[in-house]
């Protein structure tokens, strides 16, 4: 099946500062790759995702970027504020029904 | 938005017991999935479906089954719960391009 590695597994910034959150992903297959935002105690939402023949898309603070021949796409906030504190997720799809998850951002914005 | 109600948000099970997990959707849709969640191993995808009476197993089924009757209804069953399944379990429904989660259960098993 397909396997999304992610990293870091922590991130510490201060506030105003730019946070980056990285995955790499094995299925060449993968075609869709989602990222949920877990704040504490509340279940994951999706914030932004991609699609395999797009390169970069953007919303308001947050961008995500795919490389697929390096088979990995990133996380960007911008202008990172204490609400944007949470637990971040990567996924990826191969199978168009089911998402592969990764283990998991857990970042802090410190003011 | 599709709304996803998990029935039980805390749930304490002895080792051994039969245990059953409910998640119903108001929408109409045919995609349902049980993941559970452990600090550290993120989100593991357990048993999916894509219609009633059809399931497919995910990376972690070991241990589970499920049960889909009735399109609004995705139940996982711990056929004979042990300490190893304490975790928090998460259901979720829709479309690939959005799935929505429940909220959540946090089963303890003693």
């Known amino acids: 099946g397909e396997n999304v590695e992610q990293h870091p597994s922590t991130l510490s910034v201060q506030e105003g500062d730019s946070a980056v959150i990285k995955c790499t992903y094995s299925d060449s297959a993968s075609n869709y790759f989602p990222w949920y935002k877990q704040e504490l105690g509340k279940r994951p939402q999706l914030i932004i995702d991609?699609?395999?023949?797009?390169g970069e898309k953007k919303d308001q603070r947050i961008a995500v970027t795919l490389n697929k021949t390096a088979k990995h796409f990133s996380l960007h906030i911008t202008e990172t504020q204490p609400e944007d504190s949470a637990v971040y997720f990567c996924?990826?799809?191969?199978?168009?029904?089911?998402?592969?998850f990764g283990k998991g951002t857990s970042l802090l914005v410190t003011p | 938005d599709v709304k996803v109600t998990q029935s039980s948000r805390y749930l304490v099970k002895r080792t051994g017991e039969k245990v059953f997990l409910e998640c119903v959707q108001d929408?109409?849709?045919?995609?349902m999935f049980w993941y559970r969640q452990d600090p550290g191993l993120g989100l593991r995808l357990i048993y999916f479906s894509y219609d009633v009476k059809m399931k497919e197993k995910g990376d972690i089924p070991e241990g589970y089954s499920v049960s889909r009757e009735k399109k609004e209804r995705f139940s996982l069953i711990l056929e004979s719960a042990s300490t190893n399944q304490t975790s928090m379990y998460l259901c979720a429904a829709g479309k690939l391009y959005g799935y929505t989660f429940g909220s959540g259960t946090r089963l303890t098993v003693v």
């Open positions: 929408m109409d849709h045919e995609n």
């Open positions: 991609i699609r395999s023949n797009v």
């Open positions: 996924a990826a799809s191969n199978s168009g029904y089911a998402l592969n």
